[in-house]
């Protein structure tokens, strides 16, 4: 880790959002992550997303559980709410805090432990629920923080820094999201912000649990030959099924593309996603034909990355409750205590 | 089957013409990295003793400028600071490190120097001339006399110095400070001739010396040729000629009422000068819009701080001249007009002419060369502007034993680049003794050393300071205006020198890239603080500069580019306002980036020396 704090200045020309703030006001403090770790560029995605979307920061609030990855939260975003749970338990919390405030937008970091082993069926059920957020697991198939034991994402064929074999089959949270019903599923690659910063903007406006797997490569523990989760292997391996441009609403598309390629999807808020089909096979609005194609080319060690799937057609968990949209805290006296009427139908019903 | 758009295909890969990687054994690479001291004509290592002075290692500080440009304790007050516009720190906060200011700091607080003087050689039976003891015939004398060659050094003066005596005032540069600086060298067993008016070159000539070297400067201030200046008589003054009667104390007084004509220093060092001989009011007037006056700006902010005024864009038309008496002088009001090539006119706004009354006119309107002591018959050819014809590399004359250097070789410039003309004269007069081409100049001695200590650790500080520019403290004005020799500038104390050396950006310690070991993690451009790193594909320059990250805009930037990378990518670092902060090497998991300190010391007389 850097002993320094990162120097104030920045470049003279960089260029400022529409709140008239540069990617440097969208930082937070410094890491203190293994130099080159993977999940300094998933923060640098993120900040980079957020300065692109002109998102005023206390208007997001951050959510992670523990590790390396949970860490992260500190290092995007200084201006923003957020809540640091215990191990594995942010779903719960991201829930909760969506029940009671659903105008501030939701940034779950979590890692392959928090998400696929402690926190397995938290997860389970905020993907379930359609918790309105962006979930973000920054996957390196190592627990990094205990030095550098499997965890329960790295791949069978995947051996250890020392050659020792992976015993245990492992977890594609991409396949477990789309099964369990995320209506925004994708898979991104910590070194490659400009497919990963896209696929970041379409999920902070999307309605719904949008979930992104990225790989992350551990540099201390999970980046050598042996490894599926390295650098090299996933540049090796990776399989971009979806090219997926973010287009903000009040933005023509200029762009051409041959018929059939293209596939626009306009987003709750008006803005667009354009997938770009690299794969003319692929459809990301079938779930069964997602998850048989995940399997498939996961059997030929392909790392399938892009915007996977994607369903703009279900409620998102308020919605679904059929609860007040307003902010718990923005409720009066007059919205939070019932007439002497309906007290009566109340207690009248229960008797 | 890759379907992966991000990676290169055969069609995708760049095309000549793209950019090829960046050489970096070419000295001149990293040096020009390095503005302050790209920027200096002698090449002083500046952030080199900047980091000196921040360690209190006064001396060394002063040694590495001694060596370098000669007179550390004069220049630290007087020179022309092309470093500064240069600096990278006013790129990116507004104002540059207060380099010239930290010089001054080594010179004021050094120890003794005596023991680091060079060892003089024996003499090797050369003899060489130096005529006109200034600063560039100082250097001169410098490089050589330890080499071993009889140096015997000429002035119209009675002391050393030349214009850095006779032209600036005292309360500017004290005399203690010159003299020592200017007796260091003639302690090296230079011979004097002062109080010698050279009027014949020849005759020097045929002393039978084995070299003769020109340093006489640009010694005649320009007149000024309107109606009435035949009546102005003894209050008409030149202004160089009078400084030189003020600083050797043959003129002491002038009238209340001054006008300065000129916009450039020689015109500050007056008004202000006028203003500690009893003039009261004491005005600047210069032909040209105040912001192209040639004057370097802290000596304007210095003149009206003592409450000069400028008035620009006046043209003189007339002496006013009543009873055989100067009264005043008229000006024409006139405005910048631009042709359709760009140049400037100077046009009149048809108003009435201004009437400025005043009792004495000081004239630094430019000065100019002057070699009426040079016989036009003895193979020294002149060019135009009756100048001599030299060469720009090795200072040379037409004539094979007779150098130039200085003012005197191509016009009025400042004492930076007399010295830097000095060292390049003492080469070729080196090298001529020696029978060396003189077009064959010696390399500079370069060092490329890594400051890794430990992980995050380098044995440079890297956590420079964001504060503004420190103002250094002045002499109270009503004292240093009743004191001509006070001077006004106080200089910075131990502590500010400390707070302003901690603003450069070290940007001698370059970022070094090694290809080989670099796994694209994008680790130095997520922490980059100022955007300058960019993995992206190779292209013509002109395209790439537009499409990395921060559009590379300062093409007088280099940047810096990698061989091709794994993904057919190529690592492109815009030089422009890298702060030199170490964080790419520090985040770097495979020390593909490394922090090396480049060292560039001029090549001098002496190097040649070295190398034989």
């Known amino acids: 880790m850097t002993y320094i704090a990162k120097p104030k200045f920045h470049h003279p020309n960089l260029p400022r959002n529409d709140l008239g703030l540069t990617r440097r006001d969208y930082e937070g403090s410094m890491s203190t992550l293994c130099a080159g770790c993977g999940h300094d560029s998933v923060t640098a995605a993120i900040v980079e997303a957020c300065f692109e979307l002109n998102l005023p920061a206390h208007k997001v609030a951050k959510m992670s559980g523990i590790g390396c990855s949970s860490k992260t939260p500190t290092y995007f975003l200084s201006k923003s709410h957020g809540f640091n749970s215990v191990h594995g338990r942010m779903p719960s919390v991201a829930t909760g805090a969506n029940l009671a405030n659903n105008e501030l937008k939701y940034i779950g970091v979590s890692g392959d432990g928090d998400t696929a082993s402690i926190g397995f069926g938290q997860f389970a059920h905020a993907v379930r629920r359609q918790v309105d957020m962006l979930y973000v697991v920054e996957n390196n198939g190592t627990y990094g923080l205990t030095k550098g034991q499997f965890s329960a994402t790295n791949d069978r064929v995947s051996v250890g820094r020392k050659g020792q074999v992976n015993a245990f089959e492992s977890i594609d949270l991409v396949s477990i999201a789309i099964q369990l019903g995320a209506s925004f599923v994708a898979r991104g690659f910590s070194g490659d912000k400009d497919q990963l910063v896209p696929l970041m903007k379409a999920a902070l406006s999307h309605k719904g649990f949008a979930f992104i797997d990225v790989i992350s490569p551990c540099v201390t523990f999970n980046n050598h030959g042996g490894s599926t989760k390295s650098f090299e292997f996933v540049r090796d391996h990776e399989h971009t099924v979806t090219g997926a441009d973010y287009v903000p609403h009040r933005d023509e598309i200029t762009a051409d593309y041959a018929e059939g390629s293209v596939l626009d999807v306009t987003l709750h808020d008006e803005s667009r996603v354009r997938l770009r089909k690299l794969d003319a096979t692929y459809d990301p609005s079938d779930r069964a034909a997602a998850l048989q194609y995940m399997m498939e080319h996961q059997a030929k060690d392909e790392v399938v990355t892009g915007l996977l799937y994607l369903n703009t057609g279900d409620d998102e968990l308020k919605e679904k409750m059929d609860v007040t949209a307003a902010p718990l805290n923005s409720l009066g006296a007059a919205e939070l205590r019932p007439d002497m009427a309906t007290l009566e139908k109340i207690n009248a019903g229960l008797r | ?568 990518r190529v690592m492109i670092k815009d030089e422009d306002v890298c702060l030199h902060c170490g964080l790419c090497a520090e985040r770097c998991p495979t020390a593909a980036w490394d922090m090396q300190q480049l060292l560039h010391n001029e090549a001098q007389a002496k190097s040649r020396e070295l190398a034989l």
């Open chain 2, 1 to 568: 089957m890759s379907l992966d758009e991000h990676r290169p295909t055969s069609e995708s890969r760049p095309r000549p013409p793209y950019m090829k990687p960046t050489d970096i054994t070419d000295p001149n690479f990293f040096h020009k990295v390095v503005d302050c001291q790209w920027a200096c004509p002698a090449h002083t290592p500046v952030p080199e003793y900047i980091r000196m002075i921040a360690q209190r290692r006064y001396t060394d500080a002063y040694m590495v400028n001694w060596e370098s440009n000669v007179f550390p304790g004069v220049l630290g007050r007087t020179c022309d600071r092309p470093c500064e516009p240069a600096c990278r720190r006013g790129r990116i906060e507004e104002k540059p490190v207060a380099i010239c200011r930290l010089k001054r700091v080594a010179a004021d607080y050094r120890g003794d120097i005596e023991h680091l003087m060079p060892e003089i050689a024996p003499k090797n039976g050369k003899r060489i001339a130096c005529i006109g003891a200034g600063p560039a015939s100082l250097t001169v004398a410098r490089d050589l006399a330890p080499l071993g060659y009889h140096v015997v050094v000429y002035d119209r003066d009675a002391s050393g110095g030349g214009m850095m005596r006779s032209q600036i005032p005292a309360f500017r540069l004290p005399e203690a400070v010159l003299n020592e600086e200017v007796e260091r060298i003639l302690n090296f067993g230079i011979e004097t001739r002062f109080n010698q008016n050279i009027e014949s070159l020849k005759t020097v000539l045929d002393e039978d010396y084995d070299a003769v070297f020109v340093g006489t400067g640009a010694p005649r201030g320009r007149d000024l040729d309107i109606p009435g200046r035949d009546q102005v008589g003894e209050h008409f003054h030149i202004g160089i000629d009078w400084l030189m009667s003020v600083a050797f104390g043959h003129t002491s007084k002038i009238g209340k009422k001054v006008i300065v004509l000129g916009g450039g220093n020689t015109a500050m060092d007056c008004c202000r000068t006028s203003k500690r001989l009893g003039g009261d009011d004491v005005k600047v007037i210069v032909r040209s819009p105040f912001e192209t006056m040639k004057a370097s700006p802290w000596e304007i902010e210095d003149a009206q701080r003592e409450d000069v005024e400028i008035l620009n864009n006046h043209v003189p038309l007339e002496f006013v001249i009543e009873d055989g008496k100067l009264v005043g002088m008229k000006f024409d009001r006139v405005e910048p007009i631009f042709d359709e090539n760009g140049r400037r006119k100077l046009v009149s706004t048809g108003e009435e002419p201004l009437f400025f009354p005043c009792d004495d006119v000081l004239c630094a309107i430019g000065q100019e060369n002057h070699f009426p002591w040079i016989e036009r018959d003895i193979g020294l050819e002149f060019g135009e502007w009756d100048m001599p014809v030299v060469d720009e590399v090795t200072f040379r004359s037409t004539h094979p034993k007779v150098f130039f250097g200085g003012d005197a070789a191509f016009g009025p410039e400042n004492i930076i680049w007399a010295v830097a003309h000095g060292h390049q004269a003492a080469i070729s007069i080196h090298q001529m003794c020696e029978d060396i081409d003189l077009e064959d100049r010696p390399d500079p001695k370069v060092t490329l050393i890594s400051q890794k200590m430990g992980m995050h650790e380098w044995s440079y500080h890297n956590d420079i300071s964001n504060d503004p520019r420190y103002q250094v403290p002045h002499a109270e004005k009503k004292m240093a205006l009743s004191d001509i020799k006070l001077e006004v500038e106080l200089g910075f104390d131990e502590k500010l020198a400390y707070d302003e050396a901690m603003r450069c950006l070290n940007c001698d310690v370059q970022t070094v890239f090694e290809t080989g070991r670099c796994i694209e993690c994008d680790a130095c451009v997520d922490i980059c603080p100022v955007d300058c790193i960019n993995f992206t594909m190779n292209g013509e320059e002109a395209e790439v500069r537009q499409t990395l990250r921060v559009p590379a805009l300062n093409a007088e930037q280099d940047l810096y580019v990698s061989d091709v990378l794994p993904t057919g």
